[in-house]
């Protein structure tokens, strides 16, 4: 029954497929790259449109554009990107041509609107789209940061984000667990993005070409995570010369090179590595010996038209070593690779493909702890990805595609009993998905599906498997859309971890337990945005998140043979209204967010320790004069849950009881919980400064830049010591500041 399903939903996309060709040979076809002039690093995003008509085309994330069906004539094809100096050309066009029309862009000279003011391409993808974001590197270069600019840091101001601590880039996303995030580095899966404790994230900005993050209802080709998606693509060197930089803040100090290599190869390089450990301790407040690198390196061809081919490696480690010898060492590794092409398989399909493997590893040493014992993990993953995207109508494309990785998860640990065990697994994933996107009146929709093709044909349900994805919007007096979307994920490997530990050093990555269902989540996305003036507009969306299934420690495990883990649900939901504005010289992004995350266990309900109430975050750059810039961050959260302690005791150990005189034993001291995470913390708010100035000494490119969190030294706390009772702060007043020079 199975393979007669998926034999005839093959069947009804080849078809379509091959109608769709036959109808677009009758007419021309204008198709190519957008470029940077200077530099020959494709634009992402960019917009074409075809001048005095209703025709045009977005281009995609690789720089690549296709414009169907166009009748024979002459036309003025225009191409715009933020940034960019907008560039008209005239082509005539014959019955049934193929045109290849490439666009070289110079850079702007005066970058106006750069930060708030979105391209029309990155709308019109938005547009059908819910709960999703577009950031470029200067959006990721504005929030004042902790020392070092860092990628995941930046989206902390993105509504439905939270971070349980402002020492860590460890997010939860619209009441979803810290594992439920899938990170793609040019499609390589990382599983482990952040250095020692979460502060900073191993991706570097200076990397970065754009960042794609999904908080909802994902589209088709995502899959694996229940609760967000961010995609991080690496940028291209500069085909026209070397260049370089290097940089030092008073954390770490990174060095990069790019240019030409032969032919049409470009390449480059970035390398960052931590020089001072008492930084750290500035930051957290304690001692924590911590030391680590991470490395990127691309390189790119363009041999002509609009193919394009890449390799991408990323690699990262951590060395967190204590003097003390009770106290224990842990180490972290990430390595990944990729190699991707891309081009038209014929003359209206798009396709795209790439082989990755990685490889993340974790190890913890107790050394003489008492308290710790000794653990190590590792996800070994080679996989194989491509899509392809079918150009038919004017602003209609299918698009299908299919993934095959082999991921392999091992976790060590010595049990309760003192007993060394071992974790592994190794089950092949396969999975396909195909959709549609197209515009009828005032209606955008992207409908599609998903199918976990592996997880089926070993014998899993179709309701599991097959997960729809549908996103719908409605144009509504000219300057408003109304959106709804509608996706089903699963996920299949969790982390093993204390859901009650402030900060989780070491997390253990392991499958599914194979007496469970894999975990489920429903996404429900209602949304309404629009622009209210020129340089006003509007972003409000409701969510519902319903967890089917969800992987649960057993609560009432009283034998041996009971399991540890079981199947329990939950629930989130809430608003979000996002407001960006334009006034004189100032960008100002406002987001605010109200949400509720609920989990049942076993009939028991409470909040998730990163359940928050309301959250605000406030974000003004003001553009003096050219070259400086300042920024200013408010944000505001209502307290998180915990659980009190209600009263202390002495446990009587009974260590001398036979023989000896245990009357007198004073035992050790312990204390009793509460109620689980029915208290809440007080409330967090925090102001942030930053100020940036770019200018040119002898020709030399310098950027200094000043940051300096919690302005007014707000006290606000991370945790008490059960044992102590000691209160635990998170970041006080803190300067830091970071010199760039480029050549």
């Known amino acids: 029954m199975r393979t007669a399903i998926l034999r005839r939903m093959v069947a009804i996309v080849m078809l379509t497929l091959t109608g769709a060709s036959v109808t677009v040979a009758q007419r021309a076809i204008v198709r190519g790259v957008v470029t940077d002039s200077t530099t020959g690093v494709r634009l992402p995003f960019a917009n074409i449109t075809v001048i005095g008509t209703d025709f045009g085309a977005a281009a995609n994330e690789l720089g690549f554009y296709l414009i169907p069906n166009l009748l024979p004539g002459e036309y003025q094809i225009a191409a715009s990107v933020v940034g960019y100096t907008r560039i008209t050309?005239?082509?005539?066009?014959?019955?049934?041509?193929?045109?290849?029309?490439?666009?070289?862009?110079?850079?702007?000279?005066?970058?106006?609107?750069?930060?708030?003011?979105?391209?029309?391409?990155?709308?019109?993808?938005?547009?059908?789209?819910?709960?999703?974001?577009?950031?470029?590197?200067?959006?990721?270069?504005?929030?004042?940061?902790?020392?070092?600019?860092?990628?995941?840091?930046?989206?902390?101001?993105?509504?439905?984000?939270?971070?349980?601590?402002?020492?860590?880039?460890?997010?939860?996303?619209?009441?979803?667990g810290g594992d439920q995030n899938l990170f793609l580095f040019d499609g390589?899966?990382?599983?482990?993005?952040?250095?020692?404790?979460?502060?900073?994230?191993?991706?570097?900005?200076?990397?970065?070409?754009?960042?794609?993050?999904?908080?909802?209802?994902?589209?088709?080709?995502?899959?694996?995570?229940?609760?967000?998606v961010v995609q991080i693509r690496a940028r291209d060197g500069r085909s026209d010369r070397l260049a370089g930089l290097a940089s030092v803040n008073l954390l770490s100090a990174k060095a990069g090179l790019e240019g030409p290599l032969f032919g049409k190869l470009t390449w480059t390089a970035n390398g960052r590595k931590s020089i001072s450990t008492s930084t750290y301790q500035d930051i957290t407040g304690q001692d924590v010996p911590a030391d680590f690198y991470d490395a990127t390196v691309k390189v790119s061809s363009q041999p002509g038209g609009s193919q394009k081919i890449d390799l991408s490696f990323l690699a990262s480690g951590d060395n967190l070593a204590s003097a003390d010898p009770d106290e224990p060492d842990y180490t972290w590794k990430t390595i990944g690779f990729t190699v991707a092409g891309s081009g038209l398989m014929s003359e209206n399909i798009f396709a795209f493909g790439q082989i990755?493997?990685?490889?993340?590893?974790?190890?913890?040493?107790?050394?003489?702890?008492?308290?710790?014992?000794?653990?190590?993990?590792?996800?070994?993953?080679?996989?194989?990805?491509?899509?392809?995207?079918?150009?038919?109508?004017?602003?209609?494309?299918?698009?299908?595609?299919?993934?095959?990785?082999?991921?392999?998860?091992?976790?060590?640990?010595?049990n309760q009993f003192g007993i060394p065990l071992t974790l592994k697994s190794q089950t092949p994933e396969a999975s396909v998905w195909t959709g549609y996107q197209g515009k009828s009146g005032p209606f955008q929709f992207d409908a599609g599906f998903r199918l976990e093709l592996g997880a089926l044909i070993s014998g899993g349900s179709f309701s599991n498997e097959f997960q729809p994805r549908l996103s719908l919007s409605y144009l509504w007096l000219a300057n408003w859309r109304l959106k709804a979307a509608y996706g089903r994920v699963t996920q299949r490997m969790l982390t093993i971890a204390n859901e009650d530990e402030v900060v989780s050093v070491f997390e253990g990555w392991i499958s599914v337990p194979e007496d469970l269902p894999p975990e489920q989540a429903d996404h429900y996305v209602l949304g309404l945005s629009g622009a209210?003036?020129?340089?006003?507009?509007?972003?409000?969306?409701?969510?519902?998140?319903?967890?089917?299934?969800?992987?649960?420690?057993?609560?009432?495990?009283?034998?041996?043979?009971?399991p540890d883990y079981i199947r329990g649900t939950g629930q989130s939901y809430g608003g979000e209204l996002t407001v960006r504005s334009k006034v004189l010289i100032v960008d100002l992004y406002a987001t605010y967010a109200l949400s509720w995350a609920v989990i049942n266990n076993l009939g028991f309900e409470y909040y998730p320790r990163y359940d928050r109430r309301h959250h605000l975050n406030l974000l003004g750059v003001a553009h003096l004069f050219r070259g400086l810039d300042f920024t200013a961050r408010w944000e505001y959260g209502s307290g998180f849950p915990f659980s009190e302690t209600i009263g202390y005791y002495d446990a009587l150990t009974l260590d001398h009881a036979l023989p000896g005189p245990f009357e007198q034993e004073t035992g050790t001291p312990n204390y009793q919980l509460g109620p689980k995470n029915a208290a809440r913390l007080p409330a967090y708010h925090r102001l942030d400064l930053g100020m940036a100035y770019n200018f040119f000494p002898g020709g030399i490119d310098v950027t200094i830049g000043v940051d300096v969190l919690n302005v007014y030294d707000n006290e606000n706390i991370f945790y008490v010591d059960r044992v102590t009772g000691q209160r635990v702060n998170m970041i006080a007043f803190y300067p830091s500041a970071t010199l760039t020079v480029r050549f």
């Open 89 to 176: 050309t005239t082509v005539l066009l014959r019955e049934g041509e193929m045109r290849q029309l490439d666009f070289r862009l110079p850079q702007a000279t005066i970058e106006a609107e750069e930060v708030l003011v979105t391209g029309r391409a990155q709308l019109e993808r938005l547009e059908t789209s819910t709960s999703v974001h577009i950031l470029t590197p200067k959006d990721l270069k504005v929030t004042p940061v902790t020392a070092q600019a860092d990628v995941l840091q930046s989206l902390r101001v993105l509504p439905g984000f939270v971070t349980t601590s402002d020492v860590s880039t460890r997010f939860y996303v619209r009441g979803g």
């Open 188 to 228: 390589i899966r990382v599983y482990s993005p952040f250095h020692a404790l979460g502060i900073f994230s191993v991706f570097d900005p200076e990397m970065v070409d754009n960042v794609e993050v999904y908080t909802g209802a994902f589209p088709p080709n995502f899959g694996g995570r229940l609760s967000s």
């Open 532 to 562: 209210l003036s020129e340089n006003l507009s509007v972003n409000l969306e409701g969510y519902y998140k319903y967890y089917k299934s969800l992987v649960v420690y057993n609560r009432i495990k009283n034998e041996p043979g009971d």
């Open 356 to 414: 990755y493997a990685s490889s993340y590893s974790a190890r913890r040493d107790p050394k003489q702890s008492l308290l710790v014992s000794g653990a190590s993990t590792s996800v070994k993953e080679v996989g194989i990805r491509a899509l392809a995207t079918v150009y038919t109508a004017m602003e209609s494309e299918y698009y299908f595609g299919f993934e095959f990785g082999f991921p392999e998860l091992e976790y060590s640990f010595v």
